[in-house]
T-cell receptor
Framework: AQSVSQHNHHVILSEAASLELGCNYS??????LFWYVQYPGQHLQLLLK??????LVKGIKGFEAEFIKSKFSFNLRKPSVQWSDTAEYFC??????????FGKGTRLHILP | EADIYQTPRYLVIGTGKKITLECSQT?????MYWYQQDPGMELHLIHY???????EKGDLSSESTVSRIRTEHFPLTLESARPSHTSQYLC??????????????FGPGTRLTVT
């Protein structure tokens, strides 16, 4: 079965630290990749997405992610986190059946 | 701003009761979805619809049922609630083919507790 694996379930960082959240997926065909974020008390919302072209995609709030096809990875990065980045982050892949499969999420806590 | 609404936001109900979780969207999206999410776990697709009168079961078996009589409305019903149904239920919709990005827009969720 297709799956999405997020390496870290809970990450704690200080403000200004660099962030990288790992994501690997198992589906071998053409994929569309997403990172969603859920801030405390808010809806899940799209952070960034990859469909084709440049494998380095930039999203909102200074986040970026790199699609590495050979590694089946789509890691999320931010060079300098802020307290307001405290949230839960979900990696997801859309497969050929037009279903989106989500990872278990990474809860990010930024210390002020 | 995504316009997808869910009611109620929180529901505590006794075992055996029938409940309906409401979901509506004003974006004209054909595709709609219901996910179940437990704390620290991934979102599991339990139902989806590709348009009016279309409903399909998702990857996670669920005792709930759905209907899609109108494009904007996709309610989920539990005929007889049980404690095992305690969870958060998220509704989503996605853009129509040709609009390109397949992004899903999520509602705020309904947190259901069955006692």
């Amino acid at each position: 079965a297709q799956s999405v694996s997020q390496h870290n379930h809970h990450v704690i960082l200080s403000e200004a630290a660099s962030l990288e959240l790992g994501c690997n997926y198992s589906y071998g065909g053409t994929v569309n990749l997403f990172w969603y974020v859920q801030y405390p008390g808010q809806h899940l919302q799209l952070l960034l997405k990859y469909f084709s072209g440049d494998p380095l995609v930039k999203g909102i709030k200074g986040f970026e992610a790199e699609f590495i096809k050979s590694k089946f990875s789509f890691n999320l990065r931010k060079p300098s986190v802020q307290w307001s980045d405290t949230a839960e982050y979900f990696c997801a892949v859309r497969n050929r059946d037009d279903k989106i499969i989500f990872g278990k999420g990474t809860r990010l806590h930024i210390l002020p | 701003e995504a316009d997808i609404y869910q009611t109620p936001r929180y529901l505590v109900i006794g075992t055996g009761k029938k409940i309906t979780l409401e979901c509506s969207q004003t974006m004209g999206h054909d595709k709609m979805y219901w996910y179940q999410q437990d704390p620290g776990m991934e979102l599991h697709l339990i139902h989806y619809s590709y348009g009016v009168n279309s409903t399909e079961k998702g990857d996670l078996s669920s005792e709930s049922t759905v209907s899609r009589i109108r494009t904007e409305h996709f309610p989920l019903t539990l005929e007889s609630a049980r404690p095992s149904h305690t969870s958060q239920y998220l509704c989503a919709s996605s853009e129509n083919p040709g609009q390109g990005t397949y992004e899903q827009y999520f509602g705020p969720g309904t947190r259901l507790t069955v006692t």
